[in-house]
């Protein structure tokens, strides 16, 4: 079974907002790697003050060897994510019902 998770990641949402485009291909590699290493599903928001990651992943552990990468911590710091502030990681088992669209 799949897991879910959301990242919530403090920070400058202006900025973030800002380099979806400024650095969409960035994002897009970023994106692919993902998805090589288990990624099923993906998707941004943003709040007040926060960036907030929804994700189906393979597994938890697939999620964990990817965000943990040196290279995926400094784009975040380098696109508004504070870096003094960790996120926040909240993993869930998917499951099946009857009204899931």
Aim: negative net charge; aromatic residues 10%; hydrophobic residues 35%.
């Amino acid at each position: 079974m799949s897991c879910i998770v959301t990242v919530k990641i403090h920070g400058d949402t202006d900025a973030f907002t800002k380099s979806l485009e400024e650095r969409s291909d960035e994002y897009r590699e970023i994106s692919g790697r993902g998805r090589e290493q288990g990624a099923i599903h993906h998707q941004f928001a943003v709040g007040d003050g926060f960036i907030l990651v929804v994700d189906e992943w393979e597994s938890a552990e697939a999620f964990e060897k990817f965000f943990s990468q040196p290279d995926l911590k400094a784009f975040i710091g380098s696109v508004g994510g504070d870096p003094n502030t960790p996120p926040e990681i909240t993993f869930g088992e998917s499951i099946d019902s009857a009204d899931r669209f």
